[in-house]
C-alpha cells in the first residue's frame, strides 16, 4: 500500500545536526514532489521545504532557509532532511508528505517523527 | 510567509452544518484554484479532505464541500458526526512557489 515511513529523529542539543528520512514505498516516488512539513508541540502544521520530483527545484520556508536542507535519492525511494544549527523552536514532529506531479496538494502522509532540541 | 488566518473554533450539534474560513492574499489563496483542507485528530497525521478547492479525494465523505471567494476559501461540513470531531488546516499554493498552511481550527462537535 501506498507509504511514507520517517526516520531519524531524536533528542539534539542545540546547535547540533541532525538527518531526517523518509522512505516511499507503493507509489511512483520519482513522480512525487516531496515536502517537510512540521508541527510544534500543541501548535499547527507549518510548511518547511518542498523538492520537485527530479531535485531541479527547492523552495525553502524563511524559517528554515541556510540552516535546513532537503534532498532525495529516487534509485533508492528516500527523502531527506539534513537540519544543521538546530536551535530549541525546531522542536516538532516532523512529516514528509508527497504531492503528485503536476498537482498542488498533499495526498499522502508519513506518521511523523519527532525531533526535540535540549540541551 | 505568513501563515492563513483561520479561527482558532468552532462547533456544532450533530446533523447541523458547521464552515470554516481561510482567509489569505493575493499571492496566495486569492492566485490560484489550489487551495486544499487536511483534517488531523489528535496524534495522528494529516489527512486530505478538499484539493482543489472544492474536488473531494476517493473516500472522503460527500458531507464535506470546499469553495472560494477571493482571498478566503471556506470549507463545509454538514451533517456533523462525532467522528468530524477534528483539527481542520487550509493550505495554499503561494505565487513563490511555496507552500502555506492556515493556522488550523479545533472543531468541536457538541
Known amino acids: 500500500q501506498v507509504q511514507l515511513v520517517e526516520s531519524g529523529g531524536g533528542v539534539v542539543q542545540p546547535g547540533r545536526s541532525l538527518r531526517l528520512s523518509c522512505a516511499a514505498s507503493g507509489f511512483t516516488f520519482s513522480s512525487y514532489a516531496m515536502h517537510w512539513v512540521r508541527q510544534a508541540p500543541g501548535e499547527g502544521l507549518e510548511w518547511i521545504t518542498l523538492i520537485s520530483y527530479d531535485a531541479s527545484k527547492k523552495f525553502y520556508a524563511d524559517s528554515v532557509k541556510g540552516r535546513f536542507t532537503i534532498s532525495r535519492d529516487n534509485s533508492k525511494n528516500t527523502l531527506y532532511l539534513q537540519m544543521n544549527s538546530l536551535r530549541a523552536e525546531d522542536t516538532a514532529v516532523y512529516y514528509c508528505?508527497?504531492?503528485?506531479?503536476?498537482?498542488?496538494?498533499?495526498?499522502?502522509w508519513g506518521k511523523g517523527t519527532t525531533v526535540t532540541v535540549s540541551s | 510567509q505568513s501563515a492563513l488566518t483561520q479561527p482558532a473554533s468552532v462547533s456544532g450539534s450533530p446533523g447541523q452544518s458547521i464552515t470554516i474560513s481561510c482567509t489569505g492574499t493575493n499571492s496566495d489563496v486569492g492566485a490560484y484554484n489550489y487551495v486544499s483542507w487536511y483534517q488531523q485528530h489528535p496524534g495522528k497525521a494529516p489527512k486530505l479532505m478538499i484539493y482543489d478547492v472544492s474536488n473531494r479525494p476517493s473516500g472522503v465523505s460527500n458531507r464535506f464541500s470546499g469553495s472560494k471567494s477571493g482571498n478566503t476559501a471556506s470549507l463545509t461540513i454538514s451533517g456533523l458526526q462525532a467522528e468530524d470531531e477534528a483539527d481542520y488546516y487550509c493550505g495554499s499554493d503561494t505565487t513563490s512557489g511555496t507552500r502555506v498552511f492556515g493556522g488550523g481550527t479545533k472543531l468541536t462537535v457538541l
Open positions: 508528505a508527497g504531492e503528485d506531479y503536476g498537482q498542488y496538494y498533499m495526498d499522502v
